[in-house]
Nanobody, 116 residues
Framework: QVQLVESGGGLVQAGGSLRLSCAAS????????MGWYRQAPGKQRELVAL???????NYATSVKGRFTISRGNAQNTVNLQMNSLKPEDTAVYYC??????????WGKGTLVTVSS
């Protein structure tokens, strides 16, 4: 079993920045990729950014050029640096991990609120 814990959410004004962090713990053989998803009220959960074990990244079109996903210094951690935040970025942000055995785990989420 793998547990993911997100941190760094909060309230920020439009144009500001915020950094989210996620740490995975538990029974981990290896991680193929880690990603960030978000879900706003009334909307489906969507992929924000993904990074593979090899360092390849993928971003939603809406956040390209503003968000950066990276691996943390500690093993099994991932960060999301969010710059030039917009009110449309307001959502609960979820961290997930994808494992070579096919298992996928999710964190409980952290709320990001961007005020205008």
């Amino acid at each position: 079993q793998v547990q993911l814990v997100e941190s760094g959410g909060g309230l920020v004004q439009a144009g500001g920045s915020l950094r989210l962090s996620c740490a995975a713990s538990g029974t981990i053989f290896s991680i193929a990729a880690m990603g960030w998803y978000r879900q706003a009220p009334g909307k489906q959960r969507e992929l924000v950014a993904l990074i593979t074990s090899g360092g390849t990244t993928n971003y939603a079109t809406s956040v390209k050029g503003r968000f950066t996903i990276s691996r943390g210094n500690a093993q099994n951690t991932v960060n999301l640096q969010m710059n030039s935040l917009k009110p449309e970025d307001t959502a609960v942000y979820y961290c997930n991990s994808i494992h070579p055995n096919g298992m996928i785990y999710w964190g409980k989420g952290t709320l990001v609120t961007v005020s205008s």
